[in-house]
């Protein structure tokens, strides 16, 4: 588990949000790879060598077939074993000997955030050294391991020591879709039990996928919104629907963490999934389950979205209160540049610089495509100030915003650094106005 090991962009471009697509993905590799050497046997021969070559080219062409029967047969039994195999069942703190599910936090401390990391990616590498050069107290994983967060992948792209940084005093991960194409065996029973805080040294297990990290002046709340993301086949094309909060993490929100209605303690919201976007899919469910809460949320990070992107107050047409969101999807799968706002969210930036780099390692497959930047963020906690700040791979700071806890639960925010690097789509004042 010491080791890493290494994706090539391309083999992730276009990474289908599809458990049946995604275990697709999990043998593709393995039939390309066999494909090539059988390639070599079927090269054309000079004149003189054409029966030996009819014939070497007809073995090819039968071990080509064997090979794509063979691969067709593991991925329809993967997918038969992951889809029919009930999902892991799903924790709880209540009644259990870790706690309810609230951890203090420190006055002051550092924690290092990015969303869909765990790609095997040069970039994800590259932003794992850049969030571990701040030595950070915590750090949290907003989830997916790809392709399906199996039991290998994490062992390979997530768990060893050199992979996904690890905070001083501890390091959580929520759910993500992808992990749960599985069934969530892989997140639930590998990764977890290797989290948590830390003690005597050592990770104590996250409990849950699930948590509340707070001190007197803060609460962060993160939440598992993935663990319904697989479904039936075809049944997945309409996730914007099966997406919601498990019963039993409602109960936990209402009789725990927003127990008190006079606590004003801001609340900064996580998750995988996305409430509202101005470019994909919007999982509104998720907003009509929080809506209780949502005067208590200043800011709301989410992942899923392969991208960087603000947005000033808002909220899908008819739900409210309006929330400010930061999508940091971006940790590990560079942003496929291109793409254009489609609906009216006040969405004030996105990160559409082009990475030379990243296109030219991408080219000799996918010659038009253009890729941009992954990136991550910090949160600096100093008592009742919370300064955050978001880089790149190259770790070139981008934005950064202050939030001051001035005894209400929508603190005073300010832009000492302004993300005018990025492309402005809305004022700036309203990422924190």
């Known amino acids: 588990m010491s080791d890493i090991h290494h994706r090539e962009i391309h083999h992730l471009r276009g990474t289908p949000r599809s458990a049946i697509r995604s275990v697709r993905r999990t043998h593709w590799q393995t039939v390309k790879d066999q494909k090539s050497v059988i390639q070599k046997l079927a090269a054309p021969l000079p004149r003189k060598k054409a029966l030996q070559a009819l014939r070497r080219r007809a073995l090819a062409v039968r071990r080509h077939t064997t090979l794509l029967t063979r691969a067709t047969f593991d991925w329809l039994s993967n997918y038969l074993r992951f889809i029919l195999r009930s999902r892991h069942p799903f924790p709880v703190y209540a009644g259990s000997a870790e706690g309810n599910g609230i951890f203090p936090l420190e006055s002051q401390c550092c924690i290092a955030l990015a969303g869909d990391w765990g790609s095997g990616t040069t ?16 750090t949290i994983h907003l989830g997916d391991v790809y392709y399906v967060g199996s039991r290998e992948e994490f062992d390979r792209y997530f768990l060893p020591e050199a992979a996904w940084p690890r905070g001083s005093r501890g390091s959580f991960a929520l759910n993500g879709n992808h992990e749960m194409y599985s069934g969530g065996y892989g997140y639930f029973e590998r990764a ?70 006079n606590d004003l303690r801001p609340v900064l919201l996580l998750s995988h999934h996305n409430w509202y976007s101005a470019f994909e899919s919007e999982y509104r469910r998720l907003g009509r389950e929080l809506q209780p809460y949502l005067d208590k949320v200043f800011l709301w990070i989410w992942a899923h979205e392969h991208r960087f992107s603000g947005y000033g107050l808002s909220a899908p047409a008819g739900q409210g209160p309006a929330v400010r969101a930061r999508c940091l999807g971006h940790g590990g799968m560079p942003v496929e ?38 990136g991550y963020a910090v949160l600096l906690l100093d008592g009742p100030l919370l300064q955050i700040e978001y880089y790149d791979e190259d770790n070139t700071q981008l934005m950064v915003e202050v939030w001051e806890n001035d005894g209400s639960a929508q603190p005073k925010g300010s832009l000492p650094v302004p993300p005018e690097r990025l492309t402005k789509y809305g004022e700036w004042e309203e990422l924190v106005s």
């Open 192 to 261: 977890l039990p290797q989290l948590g805080l830390q003690y005597k040294s050592k990770p104590a297990g996250q409990p849950a996928s699930y948590f509340c990290l707070e001190n007197e002046h803060w609460r962060i709340v993160s939440l598992d919104t993935a663990y319904y993301s697989r479904t039936l086949p075809f049944l997945e094309l309409f996730d914007t629907y099966f997406i919601r909060l498990h019963r039993a993490q409602l109960d936990w929100l209402r009789e725990t963490v927003f127990r008190d209605a």
């Open 337 to 374: 540049l291109g793409h254009h706002p489609k609906r009216e969210r006040r969405l004030v930036f996105s990160d559409d610089r082009f990475n030379a780099d990243s296109t030219r390692e991408i080219s000799a497959v996918y010659r038009k495509d253009r890729l941009g930047y992954c």
């Open 123 to 138: 970039n994800a590498y590259k932003v794992g050294d850049a969030m571990r050069g701040w030595e950070p107290d915590y």
